[in-house]
């Protein structure tokens, strides 16, 4: 630098990295890349626990609510690192245990459970059977 212009001006010749574009036709089509919703786990999952169980779906399936014959009710949810959990408060009036024995894979956190090792790939049936035993532990039914 001469003191008199302290800009330094730095060029590429070489152009900005784009991500690849795929065409427009390697889109899967609606409704076969993922075949169900968070919605469609909550309705299979309350069929499991019985006529007193009711679900539905929240904006775009991407939720669900779950209740039964008790005063809490679950919500079912993608968490931010892609888990399947199944959130729900507490009621006193519930008589729920403290500490619920939950099937095998299924993990506490604050805010209710989570199976880390659950995907699309194990089905609507199996996720559904999994959500429906974690209900009866953590409801003691």
């Known amino acids: 630098m001469n003191g008199q212009n302290d ?6 010749t070489e152009p900005p990295q784009t991500p690849p574009q795929a065409p427009r036709t390697a889109y899967p089509a ?8 968070i919605g469609d ?3 299979a999952t309350a069929r499991l626990l019985g006529p007193d169980w009711y679900a539905e779906a929240g904006h775009w399936g991407t939720t669900a609510s779950l209740w039964g014959p008790y ?20 009621s006193e009036a519930d008589g729920w245990p ?7 894979g ?17 089905g609507l049936d199996q996720l559904a059977a999994q ?8 409801t003691g039914h």
């Open 7 to 12: 800009l330094l001006i730095i060029s590429s």
């Open 30 to 37: 609606p409704g076969t890349e993922y075949p169900f919703s």
């Open 41 to 43: 786990i909550a309705y």
């Open 71 to 90: 005063v809490a009710s679950f919500t079912f949810l993608i968490d931010i690192e892609g888990d399947l959990c199944m959130t729900y408060d507490r």
């Open 98 to 104: 403290q500490t619920p024995q939950l099937p095998r």
């Open 106 to 122: 299924f993990q506490e956190f604050t805010a209710g459970v989570f199976n880390p090792h659950a995907c699309v790939t194990d």
């Open 131 to 138: 959500h429906a035993a974690a209900v009866r532990a953590i």
